[in-house]
């Protein structure tokens, strides 16, 4: 494992997106306002439920976010994807996080659940997320995971199977 800290603040997820954090050409998160998460709150190679490495990180949700004005207009509702690729990001943030080299990017999911909502009246949601696999070799950098995000305590949405990658090109 690389020597990085086991929690990281707003301002670290930002120098994270300015790839300022795992260094240049390496995985990155993106910038506001598609960075879906406030701050990670624990992270590890090893932990979690299948003991392979883990992320739990928070979001504040505001009723000013940008999603709310247009999804829907007059109905307002977070965007299930946007919680998913919350999920992907901080998929790639552990491989990073563990020293791994190159960019992040999605393969895809096995399944997913949505069985809730995020409207503006929410206050929190809660990102977990448990690699079932993490593999460095030669050829493949990847991260297999579950993952589930709870709005203010319930679970609303639930995945299997997501996938990441790191890639040099």
């Given at each position: 494992m690389a020597d990085y800290p086991s929690s990281f603040d707003r301002d670290d997820l930002l120098k994270c997106a300015r790839g300022e954090l795992f260094g240049e050409g390496n995985a990155q998160l993106p910038e506001p306002p598609m960075l879906m998460m406030d701050r990670i709150t624990e992270i590890s190679g090893d932990g979690g439920a299948h003991g392979k490495g883990h992320v739990v990180a928070e979001f504040d949700i505001h009723p000013d976010l940008w999603f709310f004005k247009c999804h829907f207009p007059?109905?307002?509702?977070?965007?299930?994807?946007?919680g998913l690729d919350g999920l992907w990001q901080l998929t790639g943030f552990n491989l990073g996080w563990r020293g791994w080299q190159g960019r992040g990017y999605a393969l895809g999911v096995g399944e997913v659940k949505l069985t809730g909502m995020?409207?503006?009246?929410?206050k929190?949601?809660?990102?977990?997320?448990d690699f079932t696999k993490a593999v460095?070799?030669?050829?493949?950098?990847?991260?297999?995971a579950d993952g589930r995000?709870?709005?203010?305590?319930?679970?609303?949405?639930q995945v299997s199977d997501m996938k990441v990658a790191l890639s040099e090109n």
């Amino acid at each position: 494992m690389a020597d990085y800290p086991s929690s990281f603040d707003r301002d670290d997820l930002l120098k994270c997106a300015r790839g300022e954090l795992f260094g240049e050409g390496n995985a990155q998160l993106p910038e506001p306002p598609m960075l879906m998460m406030d701050r990670i709150t624990e992270i590890s190679g090893d932990g979690g439920a299948h003991g392979k490495g883990h992320v739990v990180a928070e979001f504040d949700i505001h009723p000013d976010l940008w999603f709310f004005k247009c999804h829907f207009p007059g109905n307002p509702i977070m965007p299930g994807c946007l919680g998913l690729d919350g999920l992907w990001q901080l998929t790639g943030f552990n491989l990073g996080w563990r020293g791994w080299q190159g960019r992040g990017y999605a393969l895809g999911v096995g399944e997913v659940k949505l069985t809730g909502m995020v409207r503006p009246e929410r206050k929190m949601l809660t990102y977990y997320v448990d690699f079932t696999k993490a593999v460095q070799s030669r050829r493949l950098t990847m991260g297999v995971a579950d993952g589930r995000v709870e709005a203010d305590g319930e679970v609303i949405y639930q995945v299997s199977d997501m996938k990441v990658a790191l890639s040099e090109n």
